[in-house]
């Protein structure tokens, strides 16, 4: 199975920072890389595809980049509804694998 | 708008057996590939098990081969998670996931129902 690695596993940060999160991968992943946004009691949604392909009606603060192993997912201007848990997931080979996640507190 | 409503869930017993449906509205869904994905405390999000658009395929994580069974009536737009032998590590919060469009690669999720806890205990 791909293990996929985040981190930081928690970071705090404050409305209108840029901040980063890592996601990597055990083997290549080409851009097989996915992150999503879950908020406590809601189901996971869906931010960005393909590494860095923002998914319909997410705002374009958010960003992706990386190919291979290495991940990022970017958000510039925290805004308070950002504050959430995000997960990256592979989806180059079954079985689909997630990251333990990244919970950005205020 | 896409739509997944979720049933089935509760209490059971270890050793026991729970079927889950997830019935879907506002996609073609007998074209769509669907998958269920639970998530635990402490585990995070596990992806448990994905079925081709058609039903033809079907994919499982380890842990759960032998015990679950996914399947899809698509005359009914509903995805089904038979799961029987139940054990304590299965206790979850499941979800229905939809399948995103894609042109190569497994399953990623551009829908998801709204969850349902599953607690298998005596």
């Known amino acids: 199975d791909i293990q996929m690695t985040q981190s930081p596993s928690s970071l705090s940060a404050s409305v209108g920072d840029r901040i980063t999160i890592t996601c990597r991968a055990s083997q290549s992943i080409s851009t097989y890389l996915n992150w999503y946004q879950q908020k406590p009691g809601k189901a996971p949604k869906l931010l960005i595809f393909d590494a860095s392909t923002l998914q319909s009606g997410v705002p374009s603060r958010f960003s992706g980049s990386g190919s291979g192993t290495d991940f990022t997912l970017a958000i510039s201007s925290l805004q308070p509804e950002d504050f959430a848990t995000y997960y990256c997931q592979q989806s180059y080979d079954v079985p689909i694998t997630f990251g333990q996640g990244t919970r950005l507190q205020i | 708008e896409v739509q997944l409503l979720e049933s089935g869930g509760g209490l059971v017993q270890p050793g026991g057996s729970l079927r889950l449906s997830c019935t879907a509205s506002g996609f073609m869904f007998s074209r769509q590939d669907m998958c269920w994905v639970r998530q635990t405390p402490g585990m995070g999000l ?77």
């Open chain 2, 46 to 122: 596990e992806w448990v098990s994905g079925i081709s658009a058609s039903g033809a395929r079907t994919w499982y994580t380890d842990s759960v081969k032998g015990r679950f069974t996914i399947s899809r009536d698509n005359s009914k737009n509903t995805l089904y998670l038979q799961m029987n032998s139940l054990r304590a590590e299965d206790t979850a919060v499941y979800y229905c996931a939809k399948d995103s469009p894609r042109t190569s690669g497994y399953f990623f999720f551009d829908h998801w129902g709204q969850g349902m806890l599953v607690t298998v205990s005596s």
